[in-house]
């Protein structure tokens, strides 16, 4: 049995045994807790977690004198301080802690206040700190509960994008009726996140690498689309116009239709769980560092446009709305408000027509990523010493060499210009 500190300083200096027996602690309900052994297993791939370290740990020791183990998921800051600097690092998980350890709990109060204890899942937090040096986020491993990934290489058919969009519904409804119920208490919860990507002063930080994604989409609709209205309306605007527009969308912390999004809504951070024979998957939101309040419809146009192909929007964009709004409004309903009066159809539908250039924007950037090959990933430790880089200079991404993947790109643009997104 091994008892390695060097693994758990490694995460943290605040990532201790004593850390450990408060998990058995808290996932026992026993209070004489022994630690007997720790083990750490990778949990991403290189590439996957740009912004933190994630590790798999496995715990065995004694709870009440009888064996008891917990197998946890810890996303840790990079040691490497540039890397830290870099990207970041620090504001990202100052927003996905307080998610975990200040909004999560409220709304699960509500949710069971209404005996609906199941109505959104994300992982159960073990242990947390923010304290902008030794930051990690211990959470239970999910994977045991038979939660499993969606391929980021991939895009979804249509009853996985029907599973994630209902899921996502039942996320933004309970911010939908906790502050109908409960105004003023969630906007005290909604002024605790940080903008982390759209602000006018981390345009700075985002600018070059913006180039590099908009060189990659104009290539991919020039050989595409040649001579489109797609392409002409695309090379028409700045590329800070587009930036600035989601500067707008997702600063609208007190508006009528905000809530708590999930802020980076591609495959990667959900999972299914599908037992041979159930009929009745369910859909598990990871990652909320870019979490904040904002339209809902950040998070549906971003999923849309991150994870469905040409043919599947064209068959089935309506219906994707519709699923999600007939599921937003069921939930609100059953947490005791009126989704009539809070966000009909016809609304929803405004700020589709509104707010969708911000899923662009973010396809203009995921689309990209989700077609590198395991071999293609960036090793981001080439970052040296103890000051941030341009991110440019690590994300050197470069135009994409495949038809099917400049097509993929390509026609999301398409479908934002014939729709007057853009």
């Known amino acids: ?8 300083s490694g995460v943290s200096k605040l990532f201790t ?14 209070k004489d807790v022994k630690i ?24 065995k020791g004694e709870a009440g004198g009888k064996p008891a183990s917990v197998s946890l998921v810890v996303k840790s800051m990079p040691q490497n301080i540039g890397r830290r600097k870099t990207f970041r690092s620090k504001d990202f998980f100052y927003n ?12 699960n109060d509500f949710l069971h206040s209404k005996g609906l204890a199941d109505m959104i899942i994300v992982p159960r937090c073990l242990a947390a700190v923010t304290d902008g040096e030794n930051d990690y986020l211990a959470l239970e491993d999910v994977s045991i509960l038979g939660f499993g990934p969606v391929t980021r290489q991939n895009t ?19 911010s939908f009726a906790y502050k109908d119920q409960k105004k003023e208490e969630f906007q005290n919860l909604a002024d605790k996140l940080l903008e982390t990507y759209f602000t006018p002063e981390l345009y700075k930080w985002y600018i070059n690498f913006q180039g590099r994604l908009f060189k990659i989409a104009k290539d991919a609709l020039a050989k595409e689309y040649p ?10 605007w700045s590329r800070r116009d587009f930036y600035f527009k989601s500067v707008d969308f997702c600063n609208k912390v007190s508006a009528a239709t905000s809530v708590i999004t999930q802020g980076d809504a591609w495959a990667p951070n959900f999972l299914i769980r599908q037992s ?21 419809v950040l998070d549906t146009s971003f999923f849309i446009y991150t994870c469905t192909e040409k043919s599947l929007r064209d068959d089935h964009y309506e219906h994707l709305l519709k699923t999600y709004h007939d599921e937003i409004s069921r939930s609100i309903s059953l947490l005791g408000s009126n989704p009539e009066k809070i966000y009909p159809w016809d609304l929803f539908r405004k700020e589709v027509q509104e707010y969708s250039l911000h899923g662009v924007n973010f396809a203009i950037e995921a689309v990209p990523f989700s077609l590198l090959d395991a071999d293609e990933a960036f090793d981001l430790n080439i970052i040296k010493g103890d000051e941030a880089v341009d991110i440019s200079d690590v994300w050197t991404i470069e ?11 390509a026609d999301t643009l398409v479908h934002a210009v014939e729709n007057k997104f853009i």
């Open 156 to 174: 979804l058919n249509l009853s996985q994008c029907e599973l994630i969009l209902k899921a996502l519904a039942r996320f933004h409804a309970v």
């Open 276 to 296: 041979d024979g159930d009929k009745h998957p369910t859909a598990l939101a990871l990652d909320f560092q870019l979490s904040r309040a904002a339209s809902p």
């Open 96 to 107: 996905e802690i307080i998610c975990y350890t200040e909004i999560f709990p409220k709304f």
């Open 399 to 409: 135009p994409i060499k495949s038809k099917e993947g400049r097509r993929r790109l």
């Open 36 to 59: 007997l052994s720790w083990d750490f297993g990778e949990a991403s791939k290189k590439g996957d977690g740009y912004l933190s370290i994630v590790d798999r740990v496995t715990v």
């Open 227 to 236: 001579g489109s209205k797609a392409e002409e309306k695309f090379n028409s």
């Open 1 to 8: 049995m091994s008892k390695d500190k060097s693994l758990l």
């Open 17 to 30: 045994e004593q850390t450990l027996e408060d998990i058995i602690r808290k996932t026992t309900g026993e």
